[in-house]
């Protein structure tokens, strides 16, 4: 394993359906960070985990919205009653927390289109 | 909240001459800052980063400049080549200071023209 990896890499989806995306960090990774970024735009933050532990969520978050970390490793996104807005790039991001800076290493990314 | 900005939105280069990419910030409690590249349909991927304390840092035909007097920072590209063409974004956080996400500008677009 030597990246962030994501999956789907593309969703296209029904107004009202939901969805779920998948993130799996480089191992030993122990933060997790998803974001969005529609086009033209720089990713915007979303949640990040410190393993389990969810520990920072963006007002950009709605109820819609809910991610996971369960076991610390892999995370899931889901978007709930999805609306056409949502149509966006879903990034991941992983770091080790601990020595001079927690670089970010980003995945592929998930596009979604909502229709 | 405070925003990271860039001065330009599209830059042209010739292919084998030097790029700059320019950036201003105005959270001064940030102390740490990365350039991404991001190409079309990938995600960014980190370039060099640099923390507060120092003024620049240089990499593999890289260089990062960061002048926190007037909350500038630059990359520099030497021998530009086809591969770098590329959206650049800059990004910003506190460290260890708290605040872990990262806050991206709306990106440069750097073409290299064979």
């Known amino acids: 394993d030597t990246g962030v990896s994501q999956n789907p890499r593309h969703k296209i989806t029904k107004r009202g359906q939901n969805v779920t995306f998948r993130c799996d960090p480089i191992?030993?990774?122990?933060?997790l960070y998803w974001y969005r970024q529609t086009l033209g735009q720089g990713p915007e933050f979303l949640t990040y985990?410190?393993?389990?532990?969810?520990?920072?969520k963006s007002r950009l978050l709605s109820d819609r919205f809910s991610a996971e970390r369960p076991k610390g490793s892999f995370s899931t996104l889901e978007i709930q009653r999805t609306e056409q807005g949502d149509s966006a790039m879903y990034l991941c991001a992983s770091s080790f927390e601990g020595g001079r800076a927690d670089t970010q290493y980003f995945g592929p990314g998930t596009r979604l289109t909502v229709l | 909240g405070e925003n990271v900005g860039l001065h330009l939105p599209t830059l042209s280069v010739q292919e084998g001459d030097n790029s700059i990419i320019n950036c201003a910030y105005s959270n001064s409690a940030s102390d740490y800052f990365i350039w991404y590249k991001q190409e079309s349909g990938k995600g960014p991927q980190f370039i060099i980063d640099?923390?507060?304390?120092?003024d620049k840092r240089q990499g593999q035909r890289v260089t990062v400049l960061l002048n926190k007097t007037v909350k500038h920072l630059s990359l520099q590209i030497a021998a530009t080549q086809p591969g770098d063409s590329a959206v650049y974004f800059c990004?910003?956080?506190?460290?260890?200071?708290?605040?872990?996400?990262?806050?991206f500008g709306t990106g440069t677009r750097l073409t290299i023209i064979p």
């Open positions: 990004a910003e956080n506190m460290g260890h200071f708290g605040n872990e996400k990262l806050t």
């Open positions: 191992s030993e990774h122990n933060r």
């Open positions: 640099i923390r507060s304390n120092m």
């Open positions: 985990f410190q393993n389990e532990a969810q520990l920072e």
